[in-house]
């Protein structure tokens, strides 16, 4: 039975927020990645079209999440199913560290506005 312990983890940071992923194939994932996003105070970080579906669950905190120019304040509790192909913008307008925990497919990318691609190892 595999279990992924905290010391597995690998933790990525970029745009300000911290990734720690968990189920990678490093870690003996075969079809599936997923991590726990720490969003700190004050983020705001760039919009980027996904092309793997995403559900994105918020575990403490609220952030503002935009999805193709419509924002929704999302607290703890709340999922939000992101398409691919949908442009995606996340914010935390408050004082304290937001979680997340999210899950795709792998083989996730993200095209940033001015046309970078990413391939997050947290998702790859």
Same mark, same amino acid.
């Given at each position: 039975?595999?279990?992924?312990?905290?010391?597995?983890?690998? #933790?990525?940071?970029?745009?300000?927020?911290?990734?720690?992923?968990?189920?990678?194939?490093?870690?003996?994932?075969?079809?599936?990645?997923?991590?726990?996003? *720490?969003?700190?105070?004050?983020?705001?970080?760039?919009?980027?079209?996904?092309?793997?579906?995403?559900?994105?669950?918020?575990?403490?905190?609220?952030?503002?999440? #935009?999805?193709?120019?419509?924002?929704?304040?999302? #607290?703890?509790?709340?999922?939000?199913?992101?398409?691919?192909?949908? #442009?995606?913008?996340? *914010?935390?307008?408050?004082?304290?560290?937001?979680?997340?925990?999210?899950?795709?497919?792998?083989?996730? *990318?993200?095209?940033?506005?001015?046309?970078?691609?990413?391939?997050?190892?947290?998702?790859?």
């Amino acid at each position: 039975m595999p279990v992924v312990r905290p010391s597995d983890t690998v #933790t990525h940071e970029i745009h300000g927020a911290r990734f720690v992923s968990y189920a990678t194939p490093r870690t003996g994932s075969r079809e599936l990645a997923a991590w726990r996003g *720490e969003i700190p105070p004050g983020t705001k970080a760039p919009a980027h079209t996904v092309n793997r579906e995403e559900i994105f669950h918020l575990l403490i905190g609220e952030l503002l999440l #935009t999805l193709d120019g419509r924002t929704e304040r999302v #607290t703890a509790g709340d999922t939000v199913i992101v398409g691919p192909g949908t #442009t995606l913008a996340v *914010e935390n307008p408050t004082d304290h560290t937001a979680l997340s925990w999210v899950t795709t497919s792998l083989g996730l *990318e993200a095209v940033l506005a001015d046309g970078t691609r990413i391939a997050p190892p947290w998702a790859n």
